[in-house]
DNA sequence: CAGTGAGCGAGCTTCCGCTTGACTT
């Protein structure tokens, strides 16, 4: 009886009733839980006067798969490889088909002992036919393949397990880490930061008009009702001459454009005279229809961003939910790069599309979208519903499912059933208000001509964008009204989780099944903190970032990891040879580390606070430890005094006693807010919005 | 599924990527 061997639990049920139905029921489904086979986590274990020999062993947690793998092995002659196509899965089966017995290690050659008894099946879709097809034809292992993943694997530990001591002696705290992500992923928000710090900062104003044609009623962009006569629209040019300057700035992940006028304080009052002064008419009324189509199904990336914005989930939680949907067979595997949907799908949600919204609402040809990224691998489908049921999370019955899964659930099917909806069709009016004396304003709205997937995925945007413009080429209007605003001119933004995945997975730097995890370890490890939902270096982050970029320029750049891709691409297409190409980085790498070894100068991210030490008298200072930030005397080791570092929320007061509000921390590292006098008083709220209208402690409430 | 408060830190750490179940109530 044939072994089939898969990752997943999840995909082995799938293929045992896949089976089953097609009558093929003598077959035994195995999962791995990914990967079995790996270098220990205590050393190096790469021989470097071998070759990179990498010295791998069974990864510990994964002794009883192992075991019972192995008892299979026994059992089943034949063995039939079904992991996941990319890079990653092919070294799972290579590692499991070498436990069994079948492969030939002698590094760096490896081989296949027995060809005629493994085999290799591979398929982008896990359908009856897929599967069936895949059978009737199988390949053989691609060690080329695997050998990119043994190239990946070990330049990922030499550079971690070499850059990590480095950090230990150079700040002296031998917890640190370093690695070609994580590292990265800091830089991106130092570097930031930097540039913020670097902005400078202008006032300027923007004056709008509010125009009434007394004739015809005209509508205001986003109109309410009270002020629906009235047109709101810009100031931006005078006799051609525009007020608006617009700039860009180079930054190290892309640029940054933003724009502010020329008016200063001095001009507004003068200005506003002479406007109000004036008689005006539209110019220059444009009409435009265009296409809105449909963004593309979610994947792993898109899905974080998306719960983000629309529901303030991190990715941890984002993750979670995602896991628990896809463990009831409620969404596909929500770990993935890619943008297909199986046809099954397609055609189902074409189906739905009709009987729910019409045939209007769907299309004649299925609608697919291309990965913008060379750099995905496309071992999976995009995330979808299992079953075209907007209601199938809402219905469970398990209690473990939540109005938060319910939630992403609804994200996950409309998002992958708009993808089959007809585009929208959105007209665009642009116009100018023309003054005599030769200023213009300038206004735009759009109006829904056809609604198509909005009506799906964003049916408040139809709502607020029905009504046509009432207003023509010649019409005279009168200024009812001004309106300046001083404005000041914006840094870019600091990064939120949102942003930062998407980044990270513009620049191929880590995968759909590592953005979570890093975005976690960066802040573990107090590298970054979140200011509100916005990433922050702390002076330790910034230290290493700056060390690091300093040292490994190469390797803390953003294209580091495209060039690897593309070099590893080359290693499966068997165009490379993968110890040439770890020769290739590590010759450089090792002068760098040399070089970097030889100074042994200590960089000291501690910083001296105003308060005294109460036991000596000294400047306290802040101080990074593995478990967070803390307090300690500076005359350290002559006094070792210290304290807890408290985040203090400023003009909040306790409730119950008046303390001061601050930020604490869970046994499981969740947030609250507590008192400061904790025993003693044990206010404590778990959100933002509870103590929000606290009153200040210098100004205690009256009633 | 939720889950609400120590005191530690300054000797044996650290990588990336693939999976799920893992605490306790």
Redesign the pocket.
């Known amino acids: 009886m044939p072994l089939i061997i898969v ?5 082995a049920r799938t293929f045992n009733r896949i089976l089953k139905i097609a009558n093929k029921d003598d077959y035994y489904v195995f ?1 791995t ?3 079995i086979r ?2 220990p ?4 274990a790469i021989d470097f006067k071998n070759k990179f020999k990498p010295s791998y062993q069974i ?1 510990a ?1 994964k002794k009883k798969v192992v075991t019972e793998l192995k008892k299979l092995g026994k059992e089943n002659k034949e063995i039939i490889l079904a992991t ?1 196509p ?4 092919e070294s ?1 089966a290579y590692h499991a088909a070498f436990l069994l017995g079948l492969i030939k290690e002698n590094w760096p050659e490896s081989s296949v002992k027995d060809g005629k008894n493994l085999k290799r099946i591979v398929f982008h879709e896990i359908t009856a036919r897929a599967l069936s097809e895949a059978l009737e034809k199988p390949e053989t292992l691609r060690l080329n393949l695997v050998n990119a993943q043994q190239a ?2 070990i330049l ?2 030499v ?4 850059l ?2 480095l950090l ?1 002696k150079k700040m002296g ?11 990265v992923a800091l830089r991106i928000i130092v570097e930031r930061e930097k540039e913020i710090r670097k902005f400078k900062v202008e006032n300027y104003f923007q004056i709008f008009g509010k125009f009434v044609n007394a004739k015809q009623k005209a509508r205001l962009p986003h109109a309410t009702p009270e002020v629906e006569k009235m047109v709101k629209a810009k100031l931006t040019s005078k006799n051609g001459e525009p007020y608006e300057q617009k700039f860009t700035l180079k930054l190290f992940a892309g640029e940054y454009q933003y724009a502010k006028t020329t008016i200063t304080s001095v001009q507004v009052k003068s200005l506003e005279k002479e406007l109000l002064a004036d008689t005006y008419e539209v110019v220059d009324l444009k009409e435009n229809i265009v296409s809105r189509f449909p963004p593309p199904p979610h994947t792993t990336s898109l899905l974080a961003q998306d719960a983000f914005y629309r529901y303030g989930y991190s990715s941890k939680m984002t993750m ?2 995602a ?2 949907l ?2 009831r067979g409620l969404i596909t ?1 929500h ?1 993935t790069d890619s943008f297909n949907l199986s046809t099954q799908f397609v055609f189902k949600a074409k189906d739905y599309i009709e009987k729910e919204f019409g045939k209007k609402y769907s299309l004649e040809k299925p609608r697919g979208y291309k990965t913008r990224s060379k750099l995905a ?1 496309e ?2 489908e995009a995330i979808r519903p299992t079953k075209l049921d907007a209601k199938a999370a809402e219905k469970s019955e398990d ?7 319910k939630r992403l659930y609804s994200l996950i099917f409309n998002r992958a059933v708009a993808t089959q909806m007809k585009e929208a069709s959105i007209k665009n009016f642009t116009f100018s208000i023309a003054g005599k004396k030769g200023y213009v304003f300038e206004s735009e709205l759009q109006q829904v001509v056809f609604d198509g997937f909005l009506r799906l995925l964003n049916p408040k945007f139809v709502e607020n964008n029905s009504v046509p413009l009432n207003l023509k080429s010649g019409d005279q209007l009168e200024l009812d009204e001004l309106e300046s605003l001083e404005s000041q001119t914006k840094p870019p933004p600091r990064y939120n989780e949102a942003s930062l995945i998407k980044i990270l997975e513009e620049k191929g ?6 953005y979570a ?2 975005i976690s ?1 960066i802040q573990v ?1 107090n590298y970054v903190e979140k200011d509100f939902r916005y990433f922050a270096p702390t002076k330790l982050g910034e230290a290493i970032s700056d060390y690091l970029a300093g040292s490994f320029a190469d390797i803390l750049n953003l294209d580091f ?1 495209a060039k690897m891709e593309e070099n590893l691409d080359n290693v499966a297409e068997d165009k490379l040879n993968f110890i040439n190409l770890l020769e290739e980085f590590n010759t450089p790498f090792q002068k760098e580390l040399k070089e970097s070894k030889q100074d042994k100068s200590v960089i000291d991210v501690e910083e001296e606070i105003k308060e005294k030490c109460p036991r000596c008298g000294s400047p306290l200072t802040v ?1 990074f ?9 500076s005359s ?2 002559k006094c ?1 005094f ?4 408290l985040r203090f929320i400023a003009g909040k007061a306790c409730p119950k006693d008046g303390g001061k509000i601050l930020v ?5 590292r ?1 947030k ?4 400061e006098n ?2 003693k ?6 959100k933002w919005s509870e103590i929000k209208n606290l009153q200040s402690p210098s100004n205690p409430s009256s009633p």
């Open positions: 990752e997943s639990p999840t995909k999962a839980m990914g990967h790996d270098l986590g205590n050393e190096m990864i947690k996941d990319d890079r990653e899965g799972i990946r694997r990922d530990r550079v971690g397990y070499e990590s001591p230990w705290k031998n917890w640190l880490s370093a690695g070609r992500v994580q590292s979670r939910l896991q628990d896809y463990e595997y770990r691998q071992a999976h209690k473990r499912i939540t109005i938060n899964h730097i880590g995968r759909p099944s590592t995890p890093i370890l490890k990891t101080r430890s593995r478990f967070g930030k803390f307090l300690a005397c350290y080791p070792k210290t304290k807890p570092f604490r921390f869970t046994k499981s969740k609250f807010y507590g008192c904790y025993p008083c044990d206010y404590s709220a778990w």
